[in-house]
């Protein structure tokens, strides 16, 4: 998930984590969650800009101080994120389902090309 460092973007991973973990449990399958940006780390990183917490914010937030989710640049959010999938990604059967696909692909290719003329009626 990419999220504002912040008490809200907690309160939010966490809360969601927990109601997709029990639906999918409750279907009998297993999920994961992981906080992909902003981390306290990708803060460090890249320098990015902080601001204290609301006062009036009461959750609970493990660090102190607070960082938007849009603050890293584009480049650097996109790297991260396609890292965090490719992470998590089984190479070979990426690569089954892009043979699939292009199998596919062409078939349905070679099926349009020897359609018949729109003025003739249909073969029987």
């Known amino acids: 998930m990419v999220g504002d460092y912040d008490p809200s973007g907690e309160h939010l991973f966490n809360s969601l984590a927990e109601d997709v973990i029990a639906f999918a449990e409750a279907a009998?399958?297993?999920v994961e969650f992981e906080r992909v940006a902003v981390t306290p780390e990708q803060?460090?990183?890249?320098?990015?800009?902080t601001a204290p917490p609301r006062a009036t914010?009461?959750?609970?937030?493990?660090?102190?101080?607070?960082?938007?989710?849009?603050?890293?640049?584009?480049?650097i959010l996109a790297a991260i994120v396609r890292e965090a999938i490719e992470a998590h990604r089984d190479p070979e059967v990426h690569r089954q389902a892009l043979a699939r696909e292009d199998a596919e692909r062409r078939a349905i290719c070679e099926r349009l090309s020897h359609r018949p003329d729109p003025g003739q009626?249909?073969?029987e």
């Open 43 to 49: 803060i460090a990183t890249y320098g990015l800009p």
């Open 121 to 123: 009626p249909p073969a």
């Open 28 to 30: 009998g399958a297993g």
């Open 57 to 75: 914010d009461r959750r609970p937030f493990s660090g102190t101080a607070t960082t938007q989710a849009e603050a890293p640049p584009p480049d």
